[in-house]
């Protein structure tokens, strides 16, 4: 168990539907990032919050959104789903920023299917 | 600009030794690696840092050279643990700020 909580781990939504995917980072750290994974592209780094604040951009789309908390969770908004929004979205966390050269931990991720 | 891996896929008998590559066009600040298994959350290997400072994995090394960047990772005496797909990822400064971008993957299976 890497600390990092992700709910849901299944969802199932049909296109043009909005999702929330939400993530709780291991206790202290305070960088959050997320990715996406489909079979044939490996892992997209998709943005990065670092104590609530955005910090790093990645090929996320723009119908895509994210936030992080005072409490520091972070949610993912996927919104006006299509086909291809499916994938396994994972969020990891670390104690510092990217370039604090810190392990980032994994979640075990959230399995969204649109239909 | 995403990493790239060779090989993208190797099978090893128990015991023998394996190599991955990870190169750069940009330049790297550091490089990290993970293995994932089937069906997990990727796990952390090693971070390999500018300088030739290492933090990671007892049991796997890898090597950095900045110049070119490029990163090895090598697997010795490979055990069926070993299976899983390695990624590494490469940070490097893009658009004013620092991103981790991994690659595709290598798949790496250990057979008896």
């Known amino acids: 168990d890497s600390g990092v909580t992700q709910t849901p781990k299944h969802l199932i939504t049909a296109t043009g539907q909005r999702v929330t995917l939400r993530c709780s980072p291991r206790?202290?750290?305070?960088?959050v990032y997320w990715y996406q994974q489909s079979l044939d592209q490996g892992l997209q780094f998709l943005i990065q919050y670092y104590n609530g604040e955005e910090r790093a951009k990645g090929n996320i789309l723009e119908r895509f959104s994210a936030q992080q908390f005072p409490d520091l969770h972070s949610e993912l908004n996927l919104s006006s789903l299509e086909l291809g929004d499916s994938a396994l979205y994972f969020c990891a966390s670390s104690v510092g920023g990217i370039y604090s050269n810190t392990e980032a931990f994994f979640g075990q991720g959230t399995r969204l299917t649109v239909v | 600009q995403q990493p790239v891996q060779s090989p993208q896929a190797v099978i090893l008998r128990e015991g023998e030794d394996a190599v991955i590559n990870c190169s750069s066009s940009?330049?790297?600040?550091?490089v990290h690696w993970y293995r994932q298994k089937h069906g997990e959350a990727p796990v952390f290997l090693m971070i390999l840092l500018k300088g030739g400072e290492q933090k990671g994995h007892e049991k796997i090394s890898a090597s950095f050279n900045e110049k070119k960047q490029q990163s090895s990772l090598y697997l010795t005496a490979s055990q069926l643990s070993y299976s899983g797909t390695y990624f590494c990822?490469?940070?490097?400064?893009?658009?004013?700020?620092?991103?981790?971008?991994f690659g595709k993957g290598t798949k790496l299976s250990v057979i008896p």
């Open positions: 990822g490469t940070v490097s400064k893009g658009a004013g700020s620092y991103q981790l971008t």
């Open positions: 940009k330049a790297l600040y550091s």
């Open positions: 206790s202290g750290d305070l960088s």
